[in-house]
């Protein structure tokens, strides 16, 4: 089925006389190794005629060899496909954390303005509201000590607000 070749084509010929293109390849390799060293060999391999990536458990014997070949192209094609998708996500992973730097920079320049553009001029306000409240106070009457009041503790609220943000 493998090789789509009929089997009574195939029995009593040497596989290199079949196939003899694959003389050379790691399998060829793999089947003299068994022979002259008389011991199992497993071997995986590519044969680009068939299209094929094929299992090999070779077994020696005195008469020869006794080779179990098993297909194994949708596997390798399976493990094709999960090393692209892993290469695919590790290239997503390295742009996510390309954005999430740029992001931190943005966030660092929002930070940045939040504590000098905001703050200073809130810093100038709460100040000259104060020395306001400290020098003329006595001559206030409630109503108006009541607005500078608010005034010291909205400045106050928003300070911890921006503090908030700096520490968000």
């Not at 194994?72 to 954005?99: D, F, G, H, M, P």
Request: charged share 25%.
């Amino acid at each position: 089925e493998i090789t789509g070749k009929d089997p009574s084509y195939l029995v009593g010929k040497c596989v290199w006389d079949v196939f003899p293109d694959a003389v050379g390849s790691k399998t060829y390799e793999a089947f003299q190794t068994a022979l002259k060293q008389q011991r199992y060999i497993y071997n995986v391999d590519y044969y680009e005629q068939l299209n094929l990536w094929q299992e090999n458990h070779i077994y020696p014997s005195s008469d020869g060899l006794s080779v179990f070949i098993r297909d194994i192209s949708e596997r390798k094609k399976a493990e094709l496909l999960v090393k692209q998708l892993n290469e695919n996500l590790e290239e997503r992973v390295k742009q996510r954390t390309s954005e999430l730097l740029t992001a931190n920079k943005a966030l660092e320049s929002f930070s940045y303005m939040v504590s000098h553009d905001l703050q200073s001029p809130l810093r100038t306000l709460n100040g000259f509201t104060k020395i306001i409240v400290d020098k003329y106070s006595s001559s206030f009457d409630p109503e108006l000590k009541n607005l500078f009041d608010y005034i010291l503790t909205s400045g106050k609220r928003m300070n911890a607000i921006i503090d908030d943000l700096l520490k968000l």
